[in-house]
């Protein structure tokens, strides 16, 4: 009799940062091999590296960095499928995903289904924290997804040419939050400005933008001089700056701070910090802490022996520090190459699970083509301030390193060519 064997299940949920480095990583270790049959779901078709999201709102990146997780599929050895998980039932050791409907019609495209795991890996990161503050959910944009990215420099360029053919209004964008993501966008939006100033859109050298934060200084994980130095290169850009001011209300023109003071805004984003999402409260009763990050040991595991989560919806304890890992795209990119060790392991019998150590190797900050600062962390040297050139080489070797993950060196060097090629000959700024 001629009885198929079953292999073991391996379903990662989230192909962002961390997960489409584990599936790309165990489709070539395992799936390619026939070990195991890896899959792949997330809510979209394409995947672009987070930290992107403020290039891609402000419009000086466009689709061509995005990946197709089917190709990347095919490539890797993994199967992708496309829903957003909705549910899981421990029991049947089965998650349930949400019908896809088109985007278009509305039509049902696929309808709901039950995925079976022998693991389950939960990475499907985290959204804008809105502190339930009111108004802000309904008057904000926020840079979770890339249709929302997308949404928002659509958006943009219609403010920019009703400003600049009704010569009357003074374009003003507030953005809430001054961490890196705020700090970032602030800084592209100023480049794009003057672009397209340059380019002939001249009203809207009248934007202002402006930065509003509840703590004292900005960029938290910078220690207080580049905070400083950023500070600075900000106000000379005539970004406005509002440090220790906290937002109580957002209505559709204007940001309300605790003193009474409204804030002319016409675009608002929310950048003040982070939860994983609300569906999370009701998962099948696994521990969560208090922004509905699943509590994950040492090794990553959930309290379910056969669920596992990484990247910004894990809370994993950082040993020595009175914190959790922070939710960071290198933090995402260690703990899917320790994790993918860890599957290895369970799918060819082994009980060990490997523990994972966060390692910062510091945090850096692009204002653009203005500069970039950060502090660099070594075992030898502890924290090193850098800036300029180095500071750029190092922030964009974070988005190499992920690229490498999945598409290997030879096409990594291959597209950075092709970009630096692309770029001499026009400058990107997406203006439709
Ligand atoms: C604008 C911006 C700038 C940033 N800059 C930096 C930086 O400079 N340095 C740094 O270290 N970090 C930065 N970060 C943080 C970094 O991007 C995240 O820490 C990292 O992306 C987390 O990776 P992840 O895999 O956990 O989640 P993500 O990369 O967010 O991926 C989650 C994936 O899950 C999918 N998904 C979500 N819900 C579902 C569902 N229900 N079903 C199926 N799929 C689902 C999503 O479509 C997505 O593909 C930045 C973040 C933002 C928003």
Known sequence: MNKEIRRHQVVIVGGGAAGLELATYLGKKLGRKGLADITLLDATHTHIWKPLLHEVAAGTLDE??????LAQAYRSGFLFRLGKMDG????????????????????????RRDFQYDTLVMAVGSVSNTFNIKGVDKNCRFLDSVAEAFDFQQQLVETYIKSHVSRKTKLSIGIVGAGATGVELAAQLHEVTN???????DAVKDVQITIIEAAPRLLPALPDRLAMATQ??????????RLDCRVVEVTKEAIKTHDGELIPAELKVWAAGIKAPDWFKDLGGLEINNINQLVVQQNLKTSDENIFAIGDCAACPWPGHDANVPPRAQAAHQQATTLAKSIVNRVKGKEELVNYVYRDYG????????STVGNLMGNLMGSVSVGGFIARVVYLALYKMHQIAIHGYYRTAMLTLSNLFRDSVYKRIKLH
């Open 64 to 69: 061509t960095e995005q990946v197709e997780y």
């Open 88 to 111: 899981l039932d421990r029991e049947n050791k089965q998650i349930s995903v949400a019908p896809t409907l088109s985007e278009k019609t509305g039509e049902e495209l696929i309808p």
């Open 195 to 201: 672009t397209l100033a340059m380019y002939g859109l």
């Open 232 to 241: 600075r290169q900000l106000i000379n850009l005539g970004i406005d700056l």
């Open 363 to 370: 945090s850096l900050v692009s204002l653009g083509k203005y």
